[in-house]
């Protein structure tokens, strides 16, 4: 049984360094942990993936050592422990409003005596049987962990009652959906949106949590942490292309001014 990084970094009270992607990216897994991040979170809830496909990118995770989060696009029991099975190290699930919701998760990937997910034993998470530990139930249960997203006002009036769930490791808030429905931005410092982050951190704190949001700077980064925050998402290949393209699209505006040649469309345009 793999051990999480994810996990070793929170029960040493330390901040999980995460990035993300939603795209088959043979390397993604391999550049990320070069780069000393603890995990990925995989998108499959807004994105398409082939079941062979969703196999092949957890086995990725595995070669480069990386904890692999995958969001599913499904709250049904089987197809949440496949994902395990699979190899992944945990699962973020989006849209929990409540802690009915929040066991009946728990219920459905942990194993007995915590939950009822069903045992297998020849996938990827146990070696194939011919690797299973002893302990496989109790090792799977310590190693795997869940993520569960408060995006609602419903789901921020119950976060406290989803934090004391046992088997729920990670409080997420989802920042676009939320702030749509709250009726205020997005951003870290948003006034609206710190007062969230600031009763899901009193929720975790008092039920021994961790919780975090996704980033787009070392300034909110640093802002969340300061707030409590030990999952910490910061980088994704959506955001590393549009910045890099970005860049290489502004010095060939540059490059081809300098030549006299004809000069770029403005975004949105087309021929």
Known sequence: MRRSKVLAKLRAGQVARICATGSPIASFA????????????????????????????????????????????????????????????????????????????????????????????????????????????????????????????????????????????????GPGDLSLRLGCSPGVNDPGMMDVQKKIAEACQKHGKAWGRPVGSAADAKTLIELGARFIVHGSEFGALYSHLSACSAEFDTVLKECGATPAIPAGKTY
């Open 30 to 173: 391999a550049i990320a942990a070069h780069f000393h991040y603890d995990g990925i979170w995989v998108d499959g809830e807004h994105r398409a993936w082939e079941p062979r496909e969703i196999e092949t990118m957890i086995g990725r995770h595995h070669a480069a050592d990386i904890d692999c989060m995958w969001r599913p696009p499904t709250k049904e029991k089987n197809g949440l422990y496949r994902l395990l099975e699979d190899g992944a190290s945990g699962l973020m699930i989006p849209h929990v409003g409540s802690a009915d919701e929040a066991r009946a998760l728990v219920h459905a990937i942990k194993f007995p005596p915590l939950g009822d997910r069903g045992f297998c034993g020849g996938g990827r998470d146990a070696a194939y049987w011919i690797g299973k530990p002893d302990d496989y139930t109790d090792a799977a249960n310590r190693e795997t962990f869940l993520t569960v997203q408060i995006e609602t006002p419903d789901a921020l009036a119950n976060a406290e009652s989803i934090a004391a769930v046992p088997g729920v490791d990670i409080l997420f808030i």
